[in-house]
């Protein structure tokens, strides 16, 4: 499946659009550097309003029999939805389940090879496989919506491209960035700066996301090919800053950004009207 790394237009933001749109970008960024807001964990992607964003696309575009089925699994949690849902493996994580939230690939080679990249199953590329196994499967409803749980949060894992990056810097986590008064990290930025930068509630984002619907190839459901995807977009000329994030960086990859959150949205929607 070949998927632009661009924004649909409707997602594009040009420069002028944004200088305008989040004058004083870089006043934000110092400040949330300077409070720490940018120092992530190394298996944590989007952030919370990343995971929320691409929840809230997906429950827009359910069926209404899939979305009977959810709303059936979520009521064994009174007030629980997809929205709420989509931290819980972050908020539960454990050393057991660590390893399912990234695959690492080595620098140049965006190949997936299982016996490489995913040893005994330990990527998040096998882990949603056996997470949509056990939620298509009829039977255990708690075991169902654990797993539900899980595909929510995976599928935005592995669009957030460091997420699939490079062993060697550990999917940008030791990759150093200095800004004035303090450090943070590339995989920090794309967590949450890129999108703290937009200044906009989660709910903003998504309408303006939802404006012309992302339509992708129809084929079947691949995790392996997405975190190819992802890998592509990390090997790209420029993703790696000068050890500085610039207004230009944050106008060049914010069209990038959104458009994974909305093809995060769309796939998971996708997988989750297998359901009806």
Request: aromatic share 6%.
């Amino acid at each position: 499946m070949n998927i632009n790394t661009t924004a649909p237009s409707i997602l594009r933001i040009s420069g002028k659009a944004l200088v305008k749109k989040i004058q004083g970008v870089k006043l934000l960024l110092v400040s949330l550097l300077a409070s720490g807001a940018l120092i992530s964990e190394p298996v944590m992607a989007w952030g919370s309003d990343g995971h929320k964003i691409v929840a809230m696309l997906a429950e827009a575009q359910v069926s209404p029999t899939a979305r009977k089925e959810i709303d059936r699994l979520l009521a064994q949690e009174p007030g629980a939805t997809l929205t709420s849902i989509s931290t819980w493996a972050d908020e539960h994580r454990n050393p057991a389940t660590a390893a399912w939230h990234y695959v690492n690939f080595p620098r140049g080679d965006c190949n997936y090879r299982p016996e490489r990249d995913c040893l005994d199953g330990k990527c998040v590329i096998a882990a949603i496989d056996r997470q949509i196994e056990v939620l298509r499967t009829p039977g255990d409803d708690e075991k169902r919506l654990t797993a539900l749980k899980y595909v929510v949060h995976f599928i935005g894992d592995i669009h957030q491209p460091l997420h699939a990056g490079f062993s060697d810097d550990r999917g940008g986590n030791s990759f150093q960035l200095q800004s004035f008064m303090r450090g943070s990290n590339l995989h920090a930025v794309w967590d949450t700066g890129l999108i703290k930068s937009l200044q906009q509630e989660n709910e903003q984002i998504v309408k303006s996301l939802l404006v012309r619907p992302l339509t992708l190839q129809k084929t079947a459901f691949n995790a392996a090919s997405i975190a190819m995807e992802s890998c592509r977009i990390v090997s790209q000329a420029g993703f790696y800053p000068d050890r500085l994030v610039t207004l230009e960086y944050v106008d060049r990859y914010i069209p990038v950004m959104a458009y994974r959150l909305a093809a995060a949205g769309y796939r998971l929607a996708q997988i989750l009207n297998e359901l009806g």
